[in-house]
Each structure stands twice: as C-alpha cells, then as structure tokens.
C-alpha cells in the first residue's frame, strides 16, 4: 500500500476508516457522511474488543451497499511509519517492536519527567508498529492496492466531533482520554475546515490515566468501569480526600493548557504512595473527590483555552468526554457559547473520525471542496429484515410464540405502560456505548419498583449505577433544568419537580438524568412507544436502557437478541414485528 497520494477525480469520495487498537471499530463515509460505522465488540460479543476489527470490515461494506473497488482512501487511526523491509509476515517487525516497547516501558520511569524524551520514544515506536494482521484482512478485501494514510489518534478524536458538530463557526476543540499515539489530550483550533493543534499532553501527564488508576485503585475494572466511578461519586463528600487528589494532578503552571502529573511516575506504580495518602478515606468519598477532581481540571482546561483561542463553541471527544457529569459542568460554564461531544467519544469513534480527515485531506490535495454533513441520528448499524427474523425465531423453535404485529410499536408501548419490561430490537444498530432506542430495554420510569427488577434479574449490574429515560422532545421542559436537545444521551441535566414521573431513571441522590430526547425524525417507531406510553400514562418519558446483560457488549443481531431474553427475566422481547411474551 502507498501512502495518501494523487487519485483519480471522481464525483463521489469514499473512505474506510479503521481504529485497530482498543474499541476496535470500522466505518465508510461518503463525501463527508457516515454510510456506515461498527464497533467490533458488537459482533464478536466481546466488549471494549481491541485488535484487527476483522469482522466489522466485512459488515460495513454490506451496510453501506458499497464494494471494496470503490473505496478511494483507507484511513487508519493511529500513527505509523513502518520501514519497507518489516512489512513482511516474516514476525521480525512484530518482535521487533515487542522487544522495544518493553524496553521502553522498562525504563519509563526513568525518562517519564521529560516530555522531550517521551516524544522521542514515541517516534522511535511508531516505526514498528505490526500492522500484519490489518493488511492481511485488507488484502483479503481486495484493498491491497488502495491508497492509505494513518492519522494521528487525537486527530481522528478532533476531527470527528469538529467535522459533525452542529455549526460553521470557529471550533474550540478539545480531546481527552487515557492514551493515543502517547498523547492524553490535545486543545484544538478548528476553522475553515483546518484543525490547528494549539498545546498537547503526554501520556505522562494523563488525565484519563489518574481516572482510570483511581478505578482500578477502587477495586473495579480500568478501561471499563470508569462510569462506575461517576455514578458512585454523588454518594459520598468529596471535601475529605479532595486536597490528596489535587497533590496527585493538574495544569502546568507555566502551560495553562496542559495537564500535569504532580506524582512524576504512572499512577499504577504509585498505588504505595496512593494508599499511604488515602488511608482511612471511605470508597464512596474516594469516588466523589476523584470525580470532582475531572470536573474541576477540565472546567478550568476549558476556561483557559476559551482565554488562549476567544472561541466559545467547544467540540468535545476522547474517552474522558463519556462522562456525562463533566460535560454538564462544561456546559453550564458562562464563557461557554455551545458544546457538543461526539456520540462515539470513545475510541471507537476515531474510525469514524480517521475517516473524516483523510477525506478532507484528499480533498485539499485534489482541489475539491469537502462537504461538511452535520451529524443527526447514529443508526449507522446493520439492521435485519424480516425474513431474517422469522428464519432465526424459527431456528430457536420460537416460531409458534412469536405473534406478528402489524403495530408492534404501540403494542409495545402498552405493555410498558402496564408494568411490562421489553426489550425493543428494531431497525439499524446505533454506533457510541449507549443505546438510543433500536437496541434498548424499556420500562415504566414512573414505578421506582423497575431499578431492582432490572437490576437484580436482567441487568446483573452495580446496586448503585442510575437508570437514563428517553423522553420525548415536547415535554424536555417539563423535565430538564435549563432543557436542552440530548439526543445522544452524552450530557446530565439536573431535573425539574417532576422528577418523580421518571423517577427510575434519575439518579437517586443527585436527581440528575443523563437523557436522550426523542426526535419523531429520528426515530419514527420509537417515538410511537413514547406517545403511546403518554397517551396511557400522561408520562413524557420511559427507562431505556441498553439491551445487553451485564459484562457484554449491547446486542447487534437477531440470535444475540434472542440469547439475551433467553438468559434474563425480560417480560418480553419485540424483534421488528414479532412480539415474543413470557
């Protein structure tokens, strides 16, 4: 494969985007708009899946009706510079570079109070990437002879939520999350469709990675449980271990828009040092100091690039930006015009966001000028038609049970209203961790009795994790503090006095609610479960939950759909119009 280079004009311009590493994910866009994006974990039922997105490189073509000889570009998220001679599949690159990077990793703590050293390292790194595997499936594919170009990790994170945000205007844009290419975060200008890198933070100075050694130091899974973490925090008073937080990081006091590890070593290797500064402090009051601490550090990140750029539209991605809590705190700032985060924050998102950049990149060097598509609905999935349910039903022997319904959607938003707990699979996959109504479990908010029934006999998941409502976009006022559209569900709102009509899906101790407000264009039968449900109830909201159980991944397919109701105590599971009822 040759890198990004001359090719031929043509009306249409299509890309593949791959993130190969953690949250692995693959997406086509078409002159700017997403035709297709899968995270990998969707298929192959592993969640947060890092690697070769093998299978998701195969389904995008089918979603997006696209073959492989139409493909202009592949972009690949993720720097590399692989020298000609260990592109081989002999292994010796991928020993190579094995070999070195635990070399590195060896003595980083050594060099970790350097960024200068750091960076060298990292260039060093970059140019033994194994990359044997991806070419081996893009070979596969037919795409050996495509152009392709790697970009940068927080490049891909900044250009997807600056190239979907909702606006033209001058882009404040800023990334964070625990490490890509050894950069933690960047703060971004983007105008006139140039994404202009303004200040950087190491991976020494993460402050993803502070987050999620904190998860870890808390007993739970890191690069997972971190959102466990956020609902823990409203539990406990975070004055107590606060001021040990603030000993452990923030920003540089010469550079204002970089973070500082103020330990000088990995948090990991500093858990002795932790556990001496944290003794005797509560785990709840842990949780709460460390997610104020991110609150704190981010609100005055922003207030400083907001100082340094004059620009107060602020486009948000990167893992950090997953924190619902955070981001509201960002959005109440005054200096703050606008936000936005991409609904794939995550990693998975820079496939998508790879994509977009080599897009506009082959553009400029073509003299074309790049469309910029505002983002509207994530369903960029696949989805299945009914002969394929009918044909999967009939392999599980559900055949004889499975009632057609011509209006599945009100029938299902009946028996929400009557206490039912169903679980709702239709139309094409959302793309982003949460579930926005095509693979979701829906429930009554107004009856508190639906957090332990869910929890203790579907969901399997952490006593004290909230629930999130969807609600219908003419009653968000009646709901939301300051209402404001959340399609995406990427943003907490304090709630109204009328909380207790969705109370299931509030947080119980704060009362905030992490919503997705329902659109009738975005989602015409989903909106038709929520009228349906209001027409009974007089209730503008429901509980949407993700369809999965709890440690894998939401569900993508017809037979995971039907493995999930089997092993849970779903009252019932709706596929297109099939209804299935315990």
């Known amino acids: 494969m040759n890198e990004l280079g001359d090719v031929a004009m043509k009306k249409d311009v299509l890309v593949l985007g791959i993130n190969d590493g953690h949250d692995a994910s693959a997406a086509i866009i078409k002159n700017g708009s997403v035709l297709a994006a899968i995270a990998e974990e969707r298929l192959r039922k592993i969640k947060h899946f890092g690697g070769v997105p093998s299978e998701s490189l195969q389904a995008v073509f089918k979603v997006a009706k696209v073959q492989p000889e139409e493909i202009d570009i592949v972009a690949i998220s993720g720097l590399n510079i692989v020298l000609p001679a260990l592109k081989s599949t002999s292994g010796f690159g991928h020993m190579f570079a094995s070999a070195l990077h635990s070399t590195f990793i060896k003595y980083t703590p050594l060099i970790e109070s350097s960024d200068s050293l750091v960076r060298l390292a990292v260039k060093v790194l970059h140019r033994f990437r194994p990359t044997e595997g991806l070419f081996k499936i893009l070979n596969e594919l037919g795409l050996s002879e495509k152009k392709v170009t790697f970009i940068e990790h927080h490049l891909a994170h900044a250009a997807s939520t600056y190239r979907t945000c909702p606006w033209t205007e001058d882009t404040l844009i800023l990334t964070s999350d625990f490490v890509g290419d050894w950069i933690s975060s960047t703060v971004n200008?983007?105008?006139?469709?140039?994404?202009?890198?303004?200040?950087?933070?190491?991976?020494?100075?993460?402050?993803?990675?502070?987050?999620?050694?904190?998860?870890?130091?808390?007993?739970?899974?890191?690069?997972?449980?971190?959102?466990?973490?956020?609902?823990?925090?409203?539990?406990?008073?975070?004055?107590?271990?606060?001021?040990?937080?603030?000993?452990?990081?923030?920003?540089?006091?010469?550079?204002?828009?970089?973070?500082?590890?103020?330990?000088?070593?990995?948090?990991?290797?500093?858990?002795?040092?932790?556990?001496?500064m944290l003794r005797f402090q509560r785990f709840d009051n842990i949780a709460a100091a460390v997610q104020k601490r991110l609150e704190d550090l981010l609100s005055t990140w922003v207030?400083?690039?907001i100082e340094k750029t004059d620009i107060h539209k602020v486009a948000l991605a990167g893992g950090i930006f997953l924190n619902v809590k955070a981001n509201m705190k960002i959005r109440k700032m005054?200096?703050?015009?606008?936000?936005?985060?991409?609904?794939?924050?995550?990693?998975?998102?820079?496939?998508?966001?790879?994509a977009l950049e080599a897009y506009s990149q082959f553009c400029k060097a073509e003299g074309l000028k790049s469309r910029k598509v505002f983002l509207k609905d994530v369903y960029f999935g696949p989805q299945y038609s009914t002969e394929r349910i009918e044909h999967v039903l009939k392999a599980e022997g559900l055949s004889e049970k499975a009632q057609y319904c011509q209006n599945i959607a009100q029938v299902v938003g009946e028996h929400v209203a009557n206490g039912k707990i169903i679980a709702w699979f239709d139309g094409r996959m959302e793309f982003g961790p949460r579930a926005l109504g095509n693979r979701s479990i829906l429930a009554d908010a107004s009856d508190w009795r639906m957090v332990s029934r869910i929890n203790e006999k579907i969901k399997h998941r952490t006593w004290w994790m909230p629930f999130a409502p969807a609600i219908l976009k003419k009653r968000v006022p009646d709901y939301l503090v300051e209402p404001e559209d959340s399609p995406y569900m990427t943003m907490a709102f304090e709630t109204t006095n009328a909380r207790n009509e969705i109370i299931a899906a509030v947080h119980p101790k704060d009362f905030t609610v992490r919503p997705q407000t329902l659109d009738v264009a975005w989602n015409p039968r989903y909106h038709e479960i929520l009228s349906t449900f209001e027409e009974i109830r007089g209730i503008g909201g429901i509980l949407n939950t993700s369809f999965n159980l709890h440690g894998y991944p939401i569900v993508?397919?017809?037979?995971?759909?039907?493995?999930?109701?089997?092993?849970?105590?779903l009252d019932g599971l709706a596929m297109g119009n099939y209804l299935l009822l315990r």
């Open 189 to 276: 200008v983007g105008r006139n469709n140039v994404i202009t890198r303004i200040a950087q933070s190491t991976l020494v100075n993460s402050v993803g990675a502070f987050y999620t050694s904190m998860t870890k130091y808390l007993g739970l899974k890191p690069w997972n449980d971190e959102y466990k973490v956020m609902g823990l925090a409203p539990y406990g008073k975070s004055e107590y271990p606060y001021s040990i937080m603030k000993k452990m990081i923030g920003l540089s006091p010469k550079y204002p828009l970089v973070f500082q590890n103020n330990l000088h070593g990995h948090y990991t290797r500093k858990f002795g040092t932790i556990s001496r």
């Open 303 to 305: 207030r400083n690039s």
């Open 334 to 354: 005054p200096e703050v015009e606008d936000v936005f985060t991409f609904p794939a924050a995550g990693d998975a998102g820079t496939a998508v966001g790879a």
């Open 556 to 569: 993508c397919t017809p037979q995971q759909a039907i493995w999930t109701y089997k092993n849970s105590a």
